[in-house]
Structure formats: structure tokens, C-alpha cells
Nanobody, 125 residues
Framework: HVQLVESGGGSVQAGGSLRLSCASS????????MGWFRQAPGKEREGVAA???????SYGDSVAGRVTISRDNGKNTLNLQIDNLKPEDTAMYYC???????????????????WGQGTQVTVSS
């Protein structure tokens, strides 16, 4: 079982930046996909970005160019840097993990089986 705990959310003005972090612990396979997802009120959860243990990343279309995903395998930490925040980025942001079974980890909600509780990001105009 894998435990994931997100942090770093908050309230910011449009144009600002945030760095989200996810600490992972528990039993896990050496090579796993980890990703960031978000869910706004009344909307479906969507993929933001995903990354494997060697740093190969993929990004969702809605945030491409404004986010950078990274991970520190030694510290079991996953990070998400979000720049030029927009009000439409307001959402609960979740960290997720699963064993890697593809060449590139997908930012697809349905394939991840371990989830954190989320951290709220609120962007005001």
C-alpha cells in the first residue's frame, strides 16, 4: 500500500506561482508512475502531468507550458510548479501513483490506483 500526502496549496492572485509537493511512503515498486490531477467544483477530475522514475514526463493540454512536474526519488517526493496561474486553475489538486506499465506515464485518471487527499488551489482575478 502507498500513502500520498499533498501540500503547498493556497490562495494566490492570477499571474502568480505555486509549488505543490507530494510525499509518498509505504510499499511500492521501484519503477512507478506518479502524477498530478485536479478537480474543480462541478467538473470531472482531469490529468495535469505525470512522470516516471527517470524523469520522462507528460502533460495535460489545459496546462501545457505553465507547469513543470518533477520528482526526487531519494526523498520520495513529487513536485508540481505552476506558473502564470489563472482563475480557471482553481481546483483541488491530487497526487496519484501506480506501477509503471507503459513507456510513458499517462496523465489519465482511470489508470491510477493510489491517491492522496488533495490540496486546494484558489486563484483570484
Amino acid at each position: 500500500h502507498v500513502q500520498l500526502v499533498e501540500s503547498g496549496g493556497g490562495s494566490v492572485q492570477a499571474g502568480g506561482s505555486l509549488r505543490l509537493s507530494c510525499a509518498s511512503s509505504g510499499n511500492y515498486v521501484t519503477d512507478r508512475c506518479m502524477g498530478w490531477f485536479r478537480q474543480a467544483p462541478g467538473k470531472e477530475r482531469e490529468g495535469v502531468a505525470a512522470i516516471d522514475s527517470v524523469g520522462t514526463a507528460s502533460y495535460g493540454d489545459s496546462v501545457a507550458g505553465r507547469v513543470t512536474i518533477s520528482r526526487d526519488n531519494g526523498k520520495n517526493t513529487l513536485n508540481l510548479q505552476i506558473d502564470n496561474l489563472k482563475p480557471e486553475d482553481t481546483a483541488m489538486y491530487y497526487c496519484a501513483a501506480r506501477p509503471k506499465t507503459w513507456a510513458v506515464c499517462p496523465a489519465l485518471v482511470a489508470v491510477y490506483n493510489y491517491w492522496g487527499q488533495g490540496t486546494q488551489v484558489t486563484v483570484s482575478s
